[in-house]
Every structure is written in C-alpha cells, then in structure tokens.
C-alpha cells in the first residue's frame, strides 16, 4: 500500500487555511489514488461494499445517490447486484452550470453518453428524475475527508451546491456517506463557509460516524 499522504503533512491544532493548500493536497491525494493497481482497487471495493452492506443506514435507505468511479475513486458499484430492491440514482451535471445536479435512475445499464468531465451519465429526459432532497442517502465521491466530517471535493462545488439546503434543515433526508480509500483520510481539513458536513464516511477500512454532520 502507498504511503498515507495524511502522514507527510504537517498539521497542527489550527485548521490549515487557503486555495493553494487545497489545489496541492487535491494533486497530491489524487496522485497517490491513481497509482493504486486494479487489484488494490478491486479488494478495496469489495470491502467497502462488504461494511456498507451491514451499515443501517443503507440498509434502511430505498433512493440511493451513487457515482460512476473516476480517476482512482473507490468503486461502489458492486452495490447494485447486492441490493436489488433499491433504486440507485447516479448525479447529472447541472444546466446551467451553477444550477444543483439531478439524480438520474439507473438500473445499472450501459450508459453512452458521457459529461464535460468524461464521466458516463443517464440521459436526462430518459431516466426517472429524482431531486436532492427526495433521496435517502447518497454516496459521495470526495478527494480528502477529515474524520470530523469535512469533505474536500473535485473543486467544481457541485455537490455542496446541490445538498445547500441542509444547512436550513440540519438532520434532514438526505444522509450523506462520504466514500473513499482509507489513504484519502487526513487530519483536519480547511472548512468552507459553503461545505455541508458529511453524516457518515466509509473506507475499505472503517466507518465514520461524524460529529458535525446533520
Ligand atoms: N465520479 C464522480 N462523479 C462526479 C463528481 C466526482 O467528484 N466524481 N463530481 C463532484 O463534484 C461531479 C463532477 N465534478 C468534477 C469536477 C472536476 C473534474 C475534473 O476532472 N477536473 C479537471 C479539470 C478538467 C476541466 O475543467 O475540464 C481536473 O481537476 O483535473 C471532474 C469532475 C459530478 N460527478
Ligand atoms: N451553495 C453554494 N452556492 C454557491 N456557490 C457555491 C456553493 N457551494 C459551493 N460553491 C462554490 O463552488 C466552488 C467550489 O467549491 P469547493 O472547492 O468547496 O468544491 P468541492 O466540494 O471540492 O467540489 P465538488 O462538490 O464538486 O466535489 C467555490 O468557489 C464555491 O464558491
């Protein structure tokens, strides 16, 4: 297993602070995930599903917010075989850009048509719709995530700007799971006036129940 990157930053009591902090540790993490062979990848995979599979949040969750994997993201797409009574709903870019994604039902076809980033999406118009706050639980995808619930994302903001309305609703639907290698774990991240909390994060090699998420 590769180094975790938490261990070569220096952290302190404070939170760290500044966009140049972000961009390097999102370089640096994003590095270490790609290097991961597909074997580690595969393993890693089958474990998270293994403790998602036995956690009673998902359990108990019918609409599920998942992700197709990209750029060394743990893989939660064994979940569908494992649960084939939920609905799974994958994340649509928004139109216009700055507008909250929708979440798309996918029943686990192949999927041809691909967003600005390469990520293969539903076709909105084709697939069941399902707003934000309709879903029970979603996965989220993340780069870095700190164990008080912080979650340093791709930088595109998409996922606070969709799930903002928690902020006026603390505890309300949906929960969200952050998902990740255990090596995307670090101390403690910068937190944003923007960035909602995560309820929960699993790795391949723990869960999280976390302080500040609603
Ligand atoms: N699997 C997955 N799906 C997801 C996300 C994610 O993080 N992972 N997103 C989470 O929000 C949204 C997409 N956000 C993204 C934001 C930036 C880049 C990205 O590759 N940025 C390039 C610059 C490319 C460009 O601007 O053309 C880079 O940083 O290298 C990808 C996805 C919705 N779907
Ligand atoms: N609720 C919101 N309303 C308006 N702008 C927002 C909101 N949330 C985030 N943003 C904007 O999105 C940009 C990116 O935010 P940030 O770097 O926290 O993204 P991220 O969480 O890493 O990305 P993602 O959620 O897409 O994975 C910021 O410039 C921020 O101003």
Redesign the pocket.
Known sequence: MPANPASIEKTNDARPVGPQY?TQLRRKIRAVRRALSSFQQRHASLRLCARLARCPELKRARHIGIYWPMDGEIDPRPLLERFPNKRFYLPALPRPA?ATMTFLHWPGATLRYRNRYGIPEPVIGRSEARDPHKLDLVLL???AFDPSGA???????????SF?FKRLRPGSKPQLLGIAHQLQCVERLPV?S??IPLTLVATDQRLYRCRHGG
Not at 151 to 157: V, Y
């Open positions: 972000k700055r995808p993340l780069v979650r340093l994302g791709m930088g595109g903001g998409y996922y606070d700007r903002a944003e923007w960035d």
